[in-house]
């Protein structure tokens, strides 16, 4: 008698074990998961600019690139600060449509004909110092 109490004792002790592991097994992977979902990868650059058309016409480049989530830049620090989705676009990407607007960022010139277009106010110095 005793023996059966036992192994019933251990047959339950097994059961309530495995099912913790797979309860813990499966809160883990949900948690992968759903970091995958929210994970924005946040990234600051330089980028010349002069006032507050300025910092339309950038923010607007920068989140016209898909992927990009948010964009602010800094008219006084001239540096962006943007959030974007690793898995569907990168840092040059946000750098090139920045520029393609007329706007010179840390690793990529602004393009020329964009910039003469820009309005006379906007038409910042080439030599600025950025990222301040
Ligand atoms: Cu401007």
């Not at 192994?7 to 339950?12: F, L, R």
């Not at 809160?27 to 339309?56: H, P, Q, W, Y």
């Not at 960022?105 to 038409?123: D, R």
Request: aromatic content about 4%.
């Amino acid at each position: 008698m005793k023996n059966v109490i036992l192994s019933i004792a251990i047959i339950m002790a097994i059961g309530l074990t495995s099912c913790k592991n797979e309860t813990k097994k499966e809160t883990e992977s949900s948690t992968t998961e759903m970091a995958k979902e929210i994970a924005m990868t946040d990234l600051s650059f330089g980028v010349r600019g002069n006032c507050g058309m300025c910092k339309n016409t950038i923010e607007k480049a920068a989140t016209s690139v898909d992927g990009v989530a948010s964009a602010n830049w800094d008219v006084d620090k001239k540096k962006i600060d943007v959030s974007f989705d690793d898995t569907k676009t990168n840092a040059m990407a946000i750098h090139k449509a920045i520029a393609s607007s007329g706007y010179d960022t840390e690793k990529v010139a602004g393009n020329e004909e964009a910039y003469k277009n820009l309005p006379g106010c906007c038409q910042y110095d080439h030599e600025m110092a950025m990222n301040q």
